[in-house]
């Protein structure tokens, strides 16, 4: 973990020279530098060897011959067309290959987004929230589906920011098929033709919705897990991440909440851009949904979808906020609440992460 977390420091060392002395190509070395990590992992991560396992089985499996079949390969067909494609082209070291690919793939989403949605004074700032958030770039190393389908999915929301509806709703139908939790991220691509005007009238809606969630979030937990048992993909989550997630108000859910306030601030007193408003308020469900991320499982994933647009949201609130002490707090909250995160995770000998990821290995040593 520590060579990671250095790698992943030298690249926002190079995002800052960026950002601070207009070195123009900071950003895309930062990003060659944790891709390059990403693309020669091996054996490091919870998820490595049930992906390499998937990978093996797929070796003996015929590929489908038609539409029907494909359909009914398994629960998520695309992942395992992949497999199949790298597996019958490559043979059985075409995991290491697929692995660098889709890594390639995926650092290539999160530099078009931070180029399109951030400004390169605050490219540091995004390059540091992919790298401490132990949901983007860290995990990327074991939750490799779903790790794909997130960054693909930073492309639809550009889209989805310039008031496309078709193409967004495609992508995020096909991306389904590689990790089902998706799905539930078609109705966001309708955001953008909500009224955006008014802004402090959205700021009273989502701090209501906000406390009216931590309110009734224990009177709906029955109510959750019995919808859940109707439903064969949430109980599926129920089933497998069941005690993942406890709901918590100590000071981690503070930091985590902290930003949010800010952009409650920032939505009464000042002005965003009319086409950044569709990521704020995407992003805000990923404060505002933790109350049913801690009861379904499904959820507490579907955080990770609407948590990506930190990337850009929280510079605009920096950028819109004039008062120079909030963006102090704000800056320093970005960056404490991951550092806990990591801490817990990464660096306690008790948490499922820790075996996993204190060792950095290489395919060379596989090859």
């Not at 030298?10 to 995002?15: D, Q």
């Not at 530099?111 to 605050?122: E, L, M, S, T």
């Not at 794909?148 to 889209?159: D, F, H």
């Not at 704020?280 to 507490?300: K, N, R």
């Amino acid at each position: 973990m520590d060579i990671v977390l250095f790698c992943g420091v030298v690249a926002i060392f190079f995002a800052v020279l960026q950002s601070v002395w207009g070195w123009k190509y900071g950003l895309f070395c930062g990003f060659f530098i944790t891709t390059l990590l990403l693309a020669i992992h091996y054996d490091y991560g919870n998820d490595y060897w049930a992906y390499y396992n998937w990978f093996s089985d797929s070796l003996s499996i015929s590929m489908p011959k038609s539409l029907s079949e494909f359909l009914t390969i398994s629960r998520d067909p695309g992942w395992d067309i992949l497999n199949l494609l790298f597996g019958k082209i490559f043979g059985k070291n075409g995991f290491f290959l697929m692995v660098a690919i889709l890594s390639v793939i995926e650092s290539w989403c999160y530099y078009v987004f931070i180029i399109r949605c951030v400004q390169p004074k605050w490219y540091w700032l995004a390059m540091a929230i992919y790298i401490l958030n132990n949901h983007l770039f860290i995990l990327s190393f074991s939750m490799m589906r779903q790790s794909l389908v997130m960054a693909i999915l930073l492309i639809c929301y550009i889209w989805i920011q310039e008031r496309k509806i078709f193409l967004p709703i495609l992508v995020i139908l096909l991306l389904s098929t590689i990790h089902n939790s998706v799905v539930l991220c078609v109705p966001i691509v309708f955001v953008s033709y909500l009224p955006v005007k008014n802004q402090q009238l959205w700021a009273i809606c989502l701090v209501c919705l906000w406390l009216l969630l931590l309110v009734v979030s224990s009177i709906l937990e029955p109510i959750l897990l019995q919808f859940a048992a109707l439903s064969e993909l949430l109980a599926h989550y129920v089933e497998t991440y069941s005690g993942e997630g406890e709901m918590t108000f100590g000071f981690g859910y503070l930091l985590r909440v902290l930003p949010f306030f800010f952009l409650l601030y920032v939505l009464f007193t000042s002005k965003f851009e009319e086409d950044s408003l569709p990521l704020v308020l995407i992003w805000s469900l990923s404060i505002i949904l933790i109350p049913f991320g801690a009861v379904i499982p499904l959820f507490g994933r579907l955080l990770f979808y609407f948590e990506l647009l930190g990337l850009a949201v929280f510079p605009k609130i920096i950028i819109c906020s004039k008062n120079i002490l909030v963006r102090i707090i704000l800056v320093i909250s970005i960056i404490i609440f991951p550092l806990q995160q990591l801490k817990n995770a990464f660096y306690d000998p008790s948490s499922v992460y820790y075996d996993s990821f204190l060792n950095f290995r290489t395919i060379f040593e596989a090859l």
